[in-house]
C-alpha cells in the first residue's frame, strides 16, 4: 500500500509557532484512493488521531473555533465529524449546537465521564452526534463510528423524504435551516417523548408536528390537533375530556374528548 503523506496548510504562524496556528490542516495519505472529507473541531487536535483517520482515507481538516468548522461545512456536500469537548470551556459550547445541529454532518463526540455530567454537554451529545467516545485515544473505535456515521448520511441522501418531509410535498425547502428542521424532525419521531414545537404565528407549526406524526411508530394512529384559542373557556374541558351521556342538562350522548381521541397517536 502507498504510505506516502501529504499536508496541505492554509495561513501563517509567528515565531514561536503557536499563536497563529493555520485554521485549517488537511491530511492525506494513500492519494491513490478517493479521500473523504471530515472536519476535526478541538481545542488541541492529537496528531496520532489524525494520521489513524487519514490512514482510513478521510480528508481530515482541524478546525479551532466553530466559526472556522463552519466555514469548512457549508464548503461540502456530505461528510463526517469529530468534536472533541475537552479544552473548551464550558460557556463555549453552547455555540456549537448550530453547527452540531448540520444535517449534513454525521458527528462522533469525543468526552469523558467529567464533560458528560455538564448539562450542556450532555444535551448536545444526546441530541446533535451520532454517537460517542469517552476515551479520545481510542482511535480504532473512533475511525469505525465516523465511517458509519458518514455512511449513514450517504444512505440518506438518496431519501426523497430529506427533500420533503411531510407527505404529500407539504413541507419544501432546502436552505440550511428547513434541512436543519427535516433532520430534527426525523431524529425526533424515532423517539417515544414529548416534543415542544416553538415558533411565530404561521411559520409551520402544526406541518412540523404533523410530520413528526408521519414519520413516528405511531403514523397509523389518530393525529388530533387543538387549537386552544378558538374554545370558548366555557368549553374547553369538555372540548379535551369529554363527557358521558346525563352528566349534565343538554348531554344527551356521550361525547369522546380530544385527548382520549388521540390515545395511541399524537395530541397537538
Not at 481545542?43 to 494520521?51: K, S, T
Not at 481538516?61 to 472533541?84: C, E, K, P, Q
Request: hydrophobic share 45%; proline share 4%.
Amino acid at each position: 500500500m502507498n504510505q506516502c503523506c501529504s499536508i496541505r496548510l492554509s495561513g501563517q504562524q509567528d515565531a514561536d509557532g503557536d499563536a497563529c496556528l493555520p485554521p485549517f490542516v488537511a491530511v492525506r495519505r494513500n492519494q491513490a484512493a478517493p479521500s473523504r472529507p471530515l472536519v476535526y473541531l478541538a481545542q488541541r487536535h492529537d496528531p496520532a488521531l489524525v494520521d489513524c483517520l487519514a490512514a482510513r482515507g478521510w480528508e481530515v481538516w482541524r478546525a479551532r473555533t466553530v466559526a472556522d468548522a463552519l466555514n469548512f461545512v457549508r464548503a461540502n456536500r456530505l461528510y463526517a465529524g469529530v468534536v472533541d469537548f475537552g479544552g473548551f470551556a464550558s460557556p463555549d459550547v453552547a455555540a456549537f449546537e448550530a453547527l452540531l445541529r448540520d444535517p449534513r454532518v454525521g458527528w462522533v463526540a469525543l468526552a469523558d465521564d467529567e464533560r458528560l455530567k455538564e448539562i450542556a454537554v450532555c444535551r448536545l451529545v444526546r441530541q446533535c452526534c451520532f454517537d460517542y467516545v469517552r476515551s479520545a485515544t481510542a482511535y480504532t473505535t473512533i475511525g469505525y463510528l465516523v465511517g458509519h456515521a458518514y455512511g449513514m448520511l450517504k444512505l440518506s441522501e438518496c431519501d426523497p423524504a430529506d427533500e420533503a418531509v411531510s407527505p404529500g410535498d407539504a413541507m419544501i425547502g432546502s436552505c440550511d435551516a428547513m434541512r436543519r428542521l427535516f433532520a430534527t424532525i426525523r431524529k425526533v419521531a424515532n423517539t417515544d417523548a414529548t416534543v415542544f414545537v416553538a415558533g411565530e404565528s404561521g411559520t409551520g407549526k402544526e406541518l412540523t408536528a404533523a410530520a413528526i406524526h408521519q414519520h413516528s411508530a405511531r403514523a397509523d394512529a389518530p393525529f388530533i390537533a387543538v387549537n386552544c384559542a378558538a374554545i370558548p373557556p366555557t368549553l374547553l374541558q369538555a372540548e379535551l375530556f369529554g363527557y358521558e351521556r346525563g352528566a349534565f342538562t343538554g348531554a344527551h350522548q356521550r361525547k369522546i374528548g380530544r385527548i382520549e381521541a388521540a390515545h395511541g397517536g399524537t395530541l397537538f
